[in-house]
């Protein structure tokens, strides 16, 4: 785009251009369908892609299975209270001391709406490495012995080859769309997170495609000032979407809006405790459903409440 | 000794400061006389004890241990005050970091981890040292209580040197006979053996730290028995709040108290805030 004109009108024209690829949150979600894989990055309460889970939700996506982070937060619990949810991957769904359990994610497991892949952080990994490498499976040894091969049967004991030892296979966690929150990209989806940006490599690494949404897009230069930063090189889709983890932190942003997920946490606690989802689909239409893109959710939350986040 | 706190903030009366090791303090305490020096002690989320005890360990008597710390790795010997954070991903645990590691390399890597020592909880502890973080129930695709899963603790128990079971309620619901389902294997049924046979890197859980008691676990049964009360427990309340039949020496060790230097750094400079200084359930 554009860039076709730096060749001039010489007489040895090069074909084609770089394809930017930046786009708003309501087309980069619209290569998502029913039943998918989704993998949700991000750490508990830090930097999961709420701009891009909501609009998810809008759509009212169904019978997905959700690939969370190591240790997800109430984004997955989110996304099973809109009941777009059929399967949780995740070794835990909570919010620490804020919940300690994902409410939602609690109510719909114990009642059986939803399937829970059962696994440990490390089999987790496994199961994403083994995705990345083009294999049926990871082999992991811790796990074996435990209750995990009995309630997750994809889990298999085995004998290994080599050693003799017994084993698990962890199955080839294959994720259809990545989504991830970074700090920053170039708008050819080199993407940078600010910190270690947790396990977002490895779910992206474990994805057939990559949507990044970010608090700041920057020049290319700028990127190739640390290119050993580049934490995903060739994001599929790429979002700007300032306060996107709202209300979760953004590391060298802002942390996590407390007050805000403690309203979230009373809602969802409510259709645990006594079964009514009338908080919860109130705390839904005002945050999730009535605002029709991150704009309009951000404009909810309001400025004075935005601009009050500070990290230090 | 610098006092970094903000004026009027967590300074104590001379009343506070002498009174007598809260459970979770003698818990801490217990903990940090059985680490090493030379150890990596990683302390997860929101786990108060654990976190205070490999701190008070790092600075009485650890100066070559290495503390990882809301996935960061830290040398505190020379902080006056070791702020604590609610949240593991509180970005201002940064500030001391020598490393800061991305979760799946932390989660990839094993090999170090043979100097490691870790800390594991659960909402069921079993008398062979099983633990269950997954739920309670007999369907488990229909759990009656759901728990928060095992988050890294099966895989955390099988790779570091060795590890302590740790929980902050001492109760017949927390401390049974048998798990409804068991996410970190400790001696499994009791088959003498059995963590060889698997091939687990280490020996299995050593204590199980209670605000309480401390337990060990026989060498050839594997049941957990009796190792030590803590100041002021009665024998009768421990078998009381305990769902399993246990061995009791005698005469009933107690469990150190800290000393009188220990117990000012666990107030003035790792838990400043006070959330040792709690009551326990049990």
């Known amino acids: 785009m554009g860039d076709r004109a730096l060749s001039g009108d010489d007489e040895q024209t090069v074909e084609g251009s770089r394809r930017p690829v930046v786009t708003d949150e309501t087309s980069a979600v619209a290569v998502l369908c029913d039943g998918m894989t989704v993998g949700v990055g991000g750490f508990i309460n830090a930097a999961h892609p709420m701009a891009l889970v909501r609009q998810l939700v809008r759509r009212r996506l169904k019978e997905l299975t959700v690939v969370g982070a190591a240790s997800s937060g109430l984004d997955v619990d989110l ?11 995740a070794p835990y ?3 620490e001391g804020l919940a300690p359990i994902g409410p939602a994610f609690r109510h719909a497991a114990q009642q059986g709406l939803i399937e829970v892949w059962e696994l440990d952080e490390a089999l987790y990994y496994a199961g994403l490495r083994a995705s990345s490498q083009r294999l049926p ?10 209750s995990y091969p009995c309630i997750n049967p994809d889990l298999k004991e085995f004998e290994d080859p080599i050693r003799g030892e017994r084993l698990l296979a962890v199955p080839a966690i294959e994720i259809d769309v990545a989504l991830i929150h ?7 989806g080199n993407v940078q997170h600010d910190g270690t940006g947790y396990g977002d490599r ?11 949404q970010v608090e700041q897009l920057i020049s290319p230069e700028r990127i190739r000032r640390n290119p050993a930063a580049t934490s995903v090189a060739g994001a599929d889709r790429v979002v700007r979407a300032p306060y996107g983890a709202h209300p979760f932190g953004s590391e060298g942003y802002y942390p996590p809006d407390r007050e805000h997920l403690g309203e979230y946490v009373d809602a969802a606690q409510e259709l645990l405790r006594t079964g009514s989802r009338s908080r919860l689909d109130a705390y839904l239409a005002r945050y999730v459903l009535e605002p029709r893109d991150h704009v309009e959710y951000l404009e909810q939350v309001g400025l004075r409440r935005l601009v009050e986040l500070s990290e230090y | 000794m610098p006092d970094a706190r903000p004026e009027g903030e967590g300074r104590m009366s001379q009343t506070a400061a002498e009174a007598p090791a809260s459970p979770f303090e003698l818990m801490a305490t217990a903990l940090a006389h059985d680490l090493e020096d030379g150890e ?22 650890g100066p070559n241990m290495t503390i990882m710390l809301a996935m960061t790795k830290a040398y505190l010997r020379d902080e006056p005050l070791i702020e ?5 991903t509180d970005v201002r645990a940064q500030r001391w970091a020598e490393a800061y590691y991305p979760h799946d390399r932390l989660l990839s890597e094993m090999r170090f981890r043979r100097r490691g020592v870790f800390f594991c909880g659960g909402i069921q502890i079993d008398q062979f040292g099983n633990s269950n973080l997954i739920g309670i129930g007999h369907d488990h695709r229909r759990l009656a209580f759901r728990g928060p899963g095992a988050i890294g603790t099966c895989n955390a128990t099988v790779h570091n040197g060795r590890y302590h079971l740790v929980t902050n309620e001492h109760s017949a619901r927390v401390l049974v006979e048998r798990c409804d389902y068991v996410s970190a294997l400790g001696f499994g049924d009791g088959t003498p053996g059995l963590r060889e046979e698997l091939g687990l890197g280490n020996e299995g859980p050593r204590y199980i730290v209670t605000p309480l008691c401390v337990f060990d676990f026989h060498l050839e049964t594997h049941r957990a028995r009796l190792r030590s009360l803590h100041p002021g427990v009665e024998l009768a309340r421990v078998v009381e ?10 005469p009933v060790p107690i469990t150190p108290a800290p000393s009188p230097h220990e117990l000012s750094i666990l107030r003035e400079r790792i838990d400043a805030q006070g959330r040792l200084r709690g009551a326990a359930a049990g």
């Open chain 1, 137 to 146: 499976f990871n082999p992991w040894r811790a796990g074996v012995g435990t």
């Open chain 1, 202 to 212: 490895a779910i992206h690494a474990a994805a057939d495609v990559t949507i990044v």
């Open chain 1, 79 to 89: 996304l099973v209270a809109c009941g777009c949810v059929a399967k949780v991957v």
């Open chain 1, 182 to 188: 970074a700090a920053v990209s170039d708008r050819y």
């Open chain 1, 93 to 95: 769904v909570g919010a």
């Open chain 2, 84 to 88: 604590e954070f609610e949240l593991i």
């Open chain 2, 40 to 61: 990596w002690v990683e302390v997860g989320a929101n786990l108060p004890v654990p976190r205070a005890a490999a701190l008070l360990a790092h600075l009485t008597h």
């Open chain 2, 241 to 250: 709040h305990t769902g399993f039949a246990f061995e009791v020496p005698d």
